[in-house]
């Protein structure tokens, strides 16, 4: 029997690191267009739920607090991107910036779904279209969450004992949790435990594992994040009379830190929508008082939600610039 030409042999299956094609590329686009307007409703009935209750409070703050809030708002939200995109680069991916910004942000309206699956789900999706496995892509997002909450955890569980007796007898057990995630992230042992993930699930390892110097990055970051929201809390309290300095600005963003840590753990509401509220009022009513601490927590929450909707928006015209690469 002669030996079968070059041409003749059947195609070696794809390697089971590599993306395989994917199916029905003509429905990609209606597909895309049918999420993005799910995702648009969900935001237009969380915007217009936070806007009814802000909206006749919004007079008691001026401009240009407003808008120094919102600015130091899109840095915390950009000091987040940075985060994930350390984690991603530190597991062997790295998309263009212009790509990492469509996956990221775009992902991120995801939480403003019910559930807690849709952002890295999303992310996922769209890391295919830049090479990104979904396992790295998902890999990323579970180190860029415990990074956000365990350091979101050190930054404010320190600072509530200065928030009162009601913050310490609520949140007291968050001392438990703190140590038990500082030993997660660790990367020798989150290392292990994706790897284990991984050959449960039949996937292949990570182009690369979480190194120490990465996951300093990305903690780094954040820390930078925490930092820029509780400025942002300060300079709302601040406006609607709350009395204090650093000692004010600590504990608004220990307060900030901690409701957001909450609203977390919380997967049905959509981004923590109440929970996170209710918790800041909570924390910062016997700093500030409870009405001042209302508005600001209504306030905050329409900043960040208008926040996530313009770094989405620049993610997507970002994709049109002269240069950028898809």
């Known amino acids: ?18 993306l395989p094609p994917r199916p029905g590329g003509r429905w990609r686009t209606p597909l895309r267009l049918v ?8 935001l237009a009935t969380v915007l217009a739920g936070q806007w009814r209750q802000a909206g006749p409070l919004l007079g008691r703050l001026s401009i240009l607090t407003l808008l120094a809030a919102f600015g130091l708002v899109l840095a ?9 995109r350390a984690a991603l680069d530190d597991l062997g991916v790295t998309p263009p910036l212009t790509g990492a910004l469509r996956i ?3 992902g991120q309206l995801g939480k403003y779904l019910p559930g807690s699956i849709w952002p890295v789900v999303t992310q996922m999706r769209l890391g295919r ?8 892509s998902g890999a990323a997002f579970v180190v860029f969450m415990l990074m956000l909450v365990g350091t979101g955890l050190l930054v404010g569980v320190p600072v509530i004992p200065l928030l009162g007796r009601d913050a310490v007898d609520q949140y007291r057990w ?16 989150l290392n292990r435990v994706l790897a284990l993930v991984l050959r449960l699930a039949k996937r292949p390892p990570l182009p690369a594992p979480l190194s120490l110097g990465g996951s300093l990055r990305v903690a780094g970051w954040l820390l930078l994040a925490w930092a820029c929201y509780g400025l942002h809390a300060y300079l ?8 204090g300095g650093a000692l004010l600005w600590l504990q608004c963003t220990g307060a900030f830190a901690v409701a957001w840590c909450a609203g977390v753990l919380l997967v049905i509401a959509p981004a923590g929508v109440g929970a996170r509220e209710a918790a800041l009022v909570l924390l910062l009513g016997t700093t500030v008082t409870a009405p001042r601490a209302a508005v600001l927590a209504v306030v905050s929450r329409l900043l960040l939600v208008v926040g996530d909707l313009v770094w989405a928006a620049l993610a997507v015209g970002a994709r049109r610039l002269p240069g950028s690469h898809r």
């Open 1 to 18: 029997m002669s030996a079968m030409s070059p041409s003749d042999r059947p195609a070696p299956p794809p390697d089971a690191g590599e």
């Open 35 to 42: 999420v993005a307007a799910v995702f648009v409703g969900f």
């Open 76 to 84: 915390g939200i950009w000091a987040t991107f940075c985060s994930w």
């Open 104 to 106: 990221f942000y775009l």
């Open 129 to 136: 279209d830049y090479q990104a496995p979904p396992r790295t």
């Open 174 to 189: 968050l001392v438990l949790v703190l140590p038990l995630l500082v030993l997660v992230v660790a990367p020798p042992v």
């Open 236 to 243: 709302l309290a601040r406006q609607l009379g709350a009395a």
